[in-house]
T-cell receptor
Framework: AQTVTQSQPEMSVQEAETVTLSCTYD???????LFWYKQPPSRQMILVIR??????QNATENRFSVNFQKAAKSFSLKISDSQLGDAAMYFC????????????FGKGTSLLVTP | GAGVSQSPSNKVTEKGKDVELRCDPI?????LYWYRQSLGQGLEFLIY????????KSGLPSDRFSAERTGGSVSTLTIQRTQQEDSAVYLC??????????????FGPGTRLTVL
């Protein structure tokens, strides 16, 4: 089974600064997807960004970008120009392309954004 | 253009009672998923539906948990004889189809279940 590890239970960043959230995963597969989800207090999970393992280029979505290191099985999320609305729980997730439908989630990182 | 909806939003029950949690997926989405989020934990996969059938029930934690989906739309997650360890947020997600190619899972707001 694939496991996803987020080693930072909490992170803090000042408005307009940059923060990086870490994620590592364990898999024997070569073809898979990786995701970062945001969960605000409303509880609704929102997809922030996704990465397909066969793509070498790191995904970017506006202020959000990832550093995907396939050999190291690392998938970090960088948030640039942090805004108060970025405060939330962030979850890293893995999904097999071949054998799975379910998302395997890490335990999350709580991001606090200070003015 | 409504998203995934879940009801009730919050449910408080007594130990030993049965509860039913409902999920209305996005119209046209054939795949539906249930996850459980316990306090301080990530999301744990429970069950996956493709249409009305459940090819993957591997995540159901015990035989007290069951789920069904009717008409390829609404799904109900039932927990019988609830225990305090069942207290969690139950999240539902749907996607256009559930094949192994990429398709985004859209999540509902969840049901917070508290078992006293």
């Amino acid at each position: 089974a694939q496991t996803v590890t987020q080693s930072q239970p909490e992170m803090s960043v000042q408005e307009a600064e940059t923060v990086t959230l870490s994620c590592t995963y364990d898999t024997s597969e070569s073809d898979y997807y990786l995701f970062w989800y945001k969960q605000p207090p409303s509880r609704q999970m929102i997809l922030v960004i996704r990465q397909e393992a066969y793509k070498q280029q790191n995904a970017t979505e506006n202020r959000f970008s990832v550093n995907f290191q396939k050999a190291a099985k690392s998938f970090s999320l960088k948030i640039s120009d942090s805004q108060l609305g970025d405060a939330a729980m962030y979850f890293c997730a893995y999904r097999s392309r071949v054998s799975g439908y379910a998302l395997n989630f890490g335990k999350g990182t709580s991001l606090l954004v200070t003015p | 253009g409504a998203g995934v909806s879940q009801s009730p939003s919050n449910k408080v029950t007594e130990k030993g009672k049965d509860v039913e949690l409902r999920c209305d997926p996005i119209s046209g989405h054939t795949a539906l998923y249930w996850y459980r989020q316990s306090l301080g934990q990530g999301l744990e996969f429970l069950i996956y539906f493709q249409g009305n059938s459940a090819p993957d029930k591997s995540g159901l934690p015990s035989d007290r948990f069951s789920a069904e989906r009717t008409g390829g739309s609404v799904s109900t997650l039932t927990i019988q004889r609830t225990q305090q360890e069942d207290s969690a947020v139950y999240l539902c997600a749907s996607s256009f189809y559930g094949s192994t190619s990429y398709n985004e899972q859209f999540f509902g707001p969840g049901t917070r279940l508290t078992v006293l």
